[in-house]
Every structure is written in C-alpha cells, then in structure tokens.
C-alpha cells in the first residue's frame, strides 16, 4: 500500500490543521493505522494510532486531548485533527500502516508501510 501525507504547512500557536493521509494500492481497512512525528534532532515519536475499523485509537501523552485520529475507510484516507498546537510540536508528520490486530502498536519498528511525511511548523 501507497501512503500520502498531505495538510502540513505553517501554522500559529493555537491553530487546528488536519492533516490527511491517503491510500492507494490496497484498501485501507486492511490497516490499522499510525502517525508518528519527527522534530529535528530527536527520534521519531508516536502520535496515535487508530484500529482498521475506527473503533479503537491510542494516543501520545504529549497529544492526549489536543489531537484526534479518525479514518474513513470508503474514501481509503486516515485524518489527524490538531487542536491548540504549541511550537513544541513542530516536526515532520508521518503516517503509517500495519496489519490488523488485537493491540494498538506504538512503535515504528513494527509498521509496514509510510507516507512521506508532512511538515508542520507552528509559530509562536
């Protein structure tokens, strides 16, 4: 499957993007979902995740209660709704896909297939 991160950009603290990630090649609901972000400097860090059918999702302790992942799987898209951004959390955005299964993954290491990345630099 062919992933495409899309909806980063410059925003200011406080703002709400939404990023989009895109499938191709197979259908989404085969996946659960994942995006992780990259600051400069610092390792790839878990943002959320979200199961093939949307009913359960996970997410960082540094995003818990500001971001909120949801999927639309007739439309094959995974989204990342951003609320009250702080330049903390600037970084490249990443999503990623992983076969069905019964827990939540956290770690990089364990997903199949990623996007691009997305860039979002929030502004103070």
């Known amino acids: 499957v062919q992933l495409q991160a899309s909806g980063g950009g410059l925003v200011q603290a406080g703002g709400s993007p939404r990023l989009s990630c895109a499938a191709s090649?197979?259908?989404?609901?085969?996946?659960?979902m994942g995006w992780f972000r990259q600051a400069p400097g610092k390792e790839r860090e878990f943002v959320g995740a979200i199961s093939w059918s949307g009913g359960r999702t996970k997410y960082g302790d540094s995003v818990k209660g500001r971001f909120t992942i949801s999927r639309d799987n007739a439309k094959n898209t995974v989204y990342l709704q951003m609320n009250s951004l702080t330049p903390e959390d600037t970084a490249v955005y990443y999503c990623?896909?992983?076969?069905?299964?019964?827990?939540?993954?956290?770690?990089?290491?364990?997903?199949?297939?990623w996007g691009q990345g997305t860039q979002v630099t929030v502004s103070s």
């Open positions: 990623a896909a992983v076969a069905r299964s019964i827990v939540l993954v956290t770690t990089t290491n364990v997903y199949d297939y």
């Open positions: 090649g197979r259908t989404l609901s085969s996946y659960d």
